[in-house]
Nanobody, 127 residues
Framework: VQLVESGGGLVQAGGSLRLSCAAS????????MGWFRQAPGKEREFVAA????????RYADSVKGRFTISRDNPKNTVYLQMNSLKPEDTAVYYC?????????????????????WGQGTQVTVSS
């Protein structure tokens, strides 16, 4: 699976961005998808995840209520809608795929569970 993120950029605090992650291959619906981010000098951290069916979503406490993850399986794409952005949201955002064949509702929030990663897209929020 190859993952390509897009939609990053520079935005003022309080603004919005929508990130997209396009996946190659025919088995996109077999992968739970996640978004992670890494700020300079910090470790990569979990942001949001969605199950293969889209029924289950999980969010980091820091983005809950502001970010929304969604997926469109026929389009092989996962999205991250980011509203009310804050300067502390500044980071490189990565899309990741976690192959799960046994469940349509399970999601994972740890990096080690994910099998494939995109190259990342920069999000910068100015104060």
């Amino acid at each position: 699976v190859q993952l390509v993120e897009s939609g990053g950029g520079l935005v003022q605090a309080g603004g919005s961005l929508r990130l997209s992650c396009a996946a190659s291959g025919r088995t996109f619906s077999s992968y739970a998808m996640g978004w992670f981010r890494q700020a300079p000098g910090k470790e990569r951290e979990f942001v949001a995840a969605i199950s293969t069916s889209g029924i289950t979503t999980r969010y980091a406490d820091s983005v809950k209520g502001r970010f929304t993850i969604s997926r469109d399986n026929p389009k092989n794409t996962v999205y991250l809608q980011m509203n009310s952005l804050k300067p502390e949201d500044t980071a490189v955002y990565y899309c990741a795929a976690d192959r799960i064949l046994s469940s349509t509702i399970v999601v994972h929030t740890t990096l080690v569970e994910y099998d494939y990663w995109g190259q990342g897209t920069q999000v910068t929020v100015s104060s």
